[in-house]
């Protein structure tokens, strides 16, 4: 190799000269300026994002719990609503294996256990079925009433079991006084 390839420069030319003078001025001055910018500027606060209502609104938790709670403002439903309200999700699509609404085949096995050990499988919850079919706020006579209601749609000739009368003369006062 010669001497004069090992000492080239990769400037060759009187405009790449200018242009590596200009960006070694320009470059710095740039990367200055911004860096006191960075520590200069404050971040604002939203002063609207500050007011008790916004702050308040921020801390809500995401979701509440309440236990114990009556269905239906304290009266007793009937099958066919506790059924629409809960079990239908299920029940009209067959999701997670539940037996369709009117299927005989599907029903005609669970209806020969008899209705006892089906309101007993509702109210414990029986392969993919949660207890209560999910809703605990359920009572157990709402619950034998849903199951009444499915098998009956499906041949069953189970009877809806009557509400307590003490609960349903409780029912009509609270509707009396309202």
């Given at each position: 190799?010669?001497?004069?390839?090992?000492?080239?420069?990769?400037?060759?030319?009187?405009?790449?000269?200018?242009?590596?003078?200009?960006?070694?001025?320009?470059?710095?001055?740039?990367?200055?300026?911004?860096?006191?910018?960075?520590?200069?500027?404050?971040?604002?606060?939203?002063?609207?994002?500050?007011?008790?209502?916004?702050?308040?609104?921020?801390?809500?938790?995401?979701?509440?719990?309440?236990?114990?709670?009556?269905?239906?403002?304290?009266?007793?439903?009937?099958?066919?609503?506790?059924?629409?309200?809960?079990?239908?999700?299920?029940?009209?699509?067959?999701?997670?294996?539940?037996?369709?609404?009117?299927?005989?085949a599907a029903w005609a096995p669970r209806i020969a256990?008899?209705?006892?050990k089906l309101v007993e499988s509702v109210v414990k919850?029986?392969?993919?079925?949660?207890?209560?079919?999910?809703?605990?706020?359920?009572?157990?006579?709402?619950?034998?009433?849903?199951?009444?209601?499915?098998?009956?749609?499906?041949?069953?000739?189970?009877k809806e079991p009557a509400a307590p009368a003490a609960?349903?003369?409780?029912?009509?006062?609270?509707?009396?006084?309202?």
């Open positions: 190799m010669s001497e004069q390839e090992q000492h080239s420069s990769f400037i060759k030319t009187p405009q790449q000269l200018a242009t590596v003078v200009v960006l070694a001025f320009v470059v710095p001055i740039i990367a200055i300026v911004l860096l006191v910018k960075l520590v200069l500027d404050r971040p604002s606060i939203d002063p609207v994002a500050m007011t008790p209502e916004a702050v308040a609104a921020r801390l809500q938790p995401l979701g509440r719990v309440e236990l114990g709670a009556a269905s239906s403002g304290g009266a007793i439903r009937s099958g066919g609503e506790v059924a629409k309200a809960v079990c239908f999700a299920c029940h009209t699509t067959g999701a997670a294996g539940a037996p369709k609404v009117g299927d005989k256990l008899g209705f006892q919850g029986k392969n993919a079925m949660p207890a209560k079919g999910g809703d605990s706020s359920l009572s157990d006579i709402e619950l034998a009433r849903a199951v009444a209601y499915l098998a009956n749609q499906a041949g069953a000739g189970f609960r349903t003369a409780a029912a009509a006062k609270a509707a009396a006084t309202k």
